[in-house]
């Protein structure tokens, strides 16, 4: 019998290189992942999982070019749209004090209990040392046991270092817009092969 982890962390990487290869620009890539990450969603809900946390951007990433950030603003803004019509518990964790953070988000930024229903957490304009000075906002999520990363690159880029102090980290090479299904139930089995043991 497979054992599903609780709580995995998405790292949606990879949109930008996608969207060059595809002849577009950079910034064109992020609209791509939305559908992708909705695809998932559903999966991860039809197997049980009870959260899932999704990387949108962090307090660095807003350094990019103005059209960049705009783009993943947006994708993010509507990601979250989109996660509210699965029957899912939605909480945005970010520096809402930032100009960088969407104003249409302000209204996920408290976590709720929600018993019965699945979390999805979005972390937008998130950053692991605001995160430690503002006495760790994201304090209400619970620990990860799973991190998938997509686009090959093996770091965790501060994701929810707390949370993930004991989590397996699962690499898929393929860039985020070209998800499939598969990708997923393969970290799946390959965590379940793992021994969790957290140090005992």
């Not at 577009?24 to 049980?48: F, I, Q």
């Not at 962090?58 to 509210?84: G, H, I, L, S, Y």
């Not at 503002?134 to 046991?145: A, E, L, N």
Request: aromatic share 12%; with cysteine.
């Amino acid at each position: 019998m497979q054992r599903t982890p609780t709580h995995i962390g998405i790292i949606p990487d990879g949109n930008r290189r996608w969207a060059v290869q595809h002849a577009l620009n950079k910034e064109a890539g992020y609209e791509h992942g939305l559908p992708v990450g909705l695809r998932l969603l559903r999966a991860a809900k039809e197997r049980g999982v009870q959260e899932l946390t999704y990387y949108g951007f962090t307090v660095d990433n807003c350094k990019r070019p103005k059209e960049q950030v705009q783009a993943f603003t947006a994708a993010c803004t509507d990601a979250v749209k989109m996660a509210e019509n699965e029957d899912v518990s939605l909480y945005v964790c970010g520096n809402a004090k930032s100009d960088c953070f969407p104003p249409a988000l302000l209204p996920y930024t408290e976590r709720k209990a929600d018993e019965g229903k699945m979390h999805v957490n979005f972390l937008v304009n998130y950053g692991w040392e605001w995160d430690m000075k503002s006495g760790w906002k994201s304090k209400d999520i619970p620990r990860v046991d799973l991190v998938i990363r997509w686009g090959g690159m093996r770091r965790l880029s501060g994701f929810l270092p707390l949370q993930s102090v004991y989590a397996d980290f699962y690499i898929v090479d393929a860039l985020w817009p070209d998800f499939e299904e598969k990708q997923f139930y393969d970290a799946l089995d390959w965590y379940s092969r793992q021994d969790i043991t957290l140090g005992g």
